[in-house]
T-cell receptor
């Protein structure tokens, strides 16, 4: 079975721009979660989507948004980028009630 | 307020010996715990998990112990191998809360010396 894939792997943007990251979950997984990893804050939960609905949301500003499509693929969007948004963005998928989440390789976003 | 803590930022162990990584949590609603291994510039890799109804779970060289009264869990790696050198994260879930939100500890960097 193919693992979780994320595109792009690396991205450089400037302050004020917006960015869209994409995630394709493991086949058959309907839950997709997004996490942000930074040196200062560690791994933090952004949001989770299940069957095209946001099921859970972390403590991030409204500039961070996401969506899920009918094929379970998910995108996250960050608008009005700030320097502090530079991070590794990780996507994870799991089965309907599976606690184990399987992570993709991440997208490294650098904001200059 | 950190609900999951890994108080040792790093650990160095000789190859062949036991590695013990520790994790403490404060939220008594957490009922499922996981350990992940992470290499730089890669996503975390799932290692092993444990439900709060158990106190031990084994998978090959990896064993996780859970002490609910102390709100403490540990990951034992025996024997340790140089390829185990990575950052290890513990994570917790409140499965009664809708969704699969993982709360992570800050990580422990394990270095296994040949």
């Amino acid at each position: 079975k193919a693992g979780v894939t994320q595109t792009p792997r690396y991205l450089i943007k400037t302050r004020g721009q917006q960015v869209t990251l994409s995630c394709s979950p493991i086949s058959g997984h309907r839950s997709v979660s997004w996490y942000q990893q930074t040196p200062g804050q560690g791994l933090q939960f952004l949001f989770e989507y299940f069957s095209e609905t946001q099921r859970n949301k972390g403590n991030f500003p409204g500039r961070f948004s996401g969506r899920q499509f009918s094929n379970s693929r998910s995108e996250m969007n960050v608008s009005t980028l700030e320097l502090g948004d530079s991070a590794l963005y990780l996507c994870a998928s799991s089965s309907d009630r599976g606690e184990e989440q399987y992570f993709g390789p991440g997208t490294r976003l650098t904001v200059t | 307020d950190q609900q999951v803590k890994q108080n040792s930022p790093s650990l160095s162990v000789q190859e062949g010996r036991i590695s013990i990584l520790n994790c403490d949590y404060t939220n008594s609603m957490f009922d499922y715990f996981l350990w992940y291994k992470k290499y730089p510039a890669e996503g975390p890799t799932f290692l092993i998990s444990i439900s709060s109804i158990k106190d031990k779970n084994e998978d090959g060289r990896f064993t996780v112990f859970l002490n609910k009264s102390a709100k403490h869990l540990s990951l034992h790696i025996v024997p340790s191998q140089p390829g185990d050198s990575a950052v290890y994260f513990c994570a917790a879930i409140d499965s009664n809360n809708a969704g699969n939100m993982l709360t992570f500890g800050g990580g422990t960097r394990l270095m296994v010396k040949p």
